[in-house]
């Protein structure tokens, strides 16, 4: 069984991943997604920022392929012109999907001219996602938290692109039924503290094509490997279900990305 750790962020700055190697090994985790250092300039980067963020996780990617993938960084709140060049220019490095943080709601409609060429390319999102019922949705000043109610507004759009919402633990059940009609969303299950329960909620709500394994790592530091993976490995779910959630789904995901 091969494991894909879908959420994973180098930090500008961090030279090569090949210290962090033989840890990922030790773990089990077999390729990466890097998605770039995407608050090292905070929640409204520029578009200069966003390349700089964009080249970093490129040229990490190309130096250890045999390990990893990676998806553009977008701010949708830069002018869609630039949006959309550098999606292009990211493409044509190999990006396989877009990753977008906390700089609009994926509800705002400023998304939109972006994803329309994101269904053209077949690619995928990746968006934060987390239950800002507990959290607050604008949390702190800038900070733009999409919630699971913003992801279904954003997929019932664009039903024919893929669409993953990060951070199920943190999203809880809540976001899981927020999002359940909509077919073409998944939930990564990045992020938060251990919660017992959720992956065999998720799965029973979703169906275990739906799930898709994700750490938050970050190098240097982040979430601990070990700890998200024993999540899915613990689990009450069956082992077919548990190999889609750690490696299947996302292999075919990266795999409908390629440029």
Do not use: Y
Request: charged fraction near 25%; hydrophobic fraction near 40%.
């Amino acid at each position: 069984m091969i494991v894909v750790d879908f959420h994973t962020h180098p930090l500008l700055g961090t030279a090569d991943l090949a210290p962090w190697i033989p840890l990922a090994r030790r773990c089990g985790i077999d390729r990466i997604v890097l998605l770039g250092d995407v608050l090292g300039h905070g929640f409204d980067p520029s578009i200069a920022e966003v390349r700089g963020i964009n080249d970093h996780a490129s040229c990490l990617a190309e130096r250890h392929a045999d390990l990893s993938a990676w998806f553009c960084f977008l701010n949708p709140a830069n002018a869609p012109r630039d949006s959309l060049e550098e999606l292009e220019r990211c493409r044509a490095r190999g990006a396989r999907g877009v990753k977008m943080e906390v700089s609009a709601f994926a509800s705002d409609l400023r998304l939109d001219p972006i994803l329309r060429r994101m269904e053209e390319l077949r690619l995928p999102l990746l968006h934060h996602c987390w239950n800002t019922r507990s959290m607050g949705r604008l949390s702190v000043p800038g900070c733009h938290q999409t919630d699971p109610e913003d992801i279904a507004a954003l997929a019932a759009r664009f039903p024919r692109v893929r669409i993953v919402a990060a951070h199920l633990k943190p999203s809880g059940f809540r976001g899981v039924w927020d999002v359940r009609e909509h077919r073409n969303v998944s939930f990564d299950t990045s992020g938060g503290q251990p919660v017992a329960g959720i992956i065999e909620g998720a799965v029973r709500l979703l169906g275990a094509e739906r799930v898709i394994f994700g750490s938050d790592a970050s190098f240097p530091g982040g979430r601990d490997w070990a700890a998200q993976k024993a999540c899915i490995e613990s689990a009450r779910i069956g082992d077919r279900d548990r190999e889609k959630i750690l490696g299947t789904n996302a292999l075919r995901m990266l795999e409908e990305g390629r440029p």
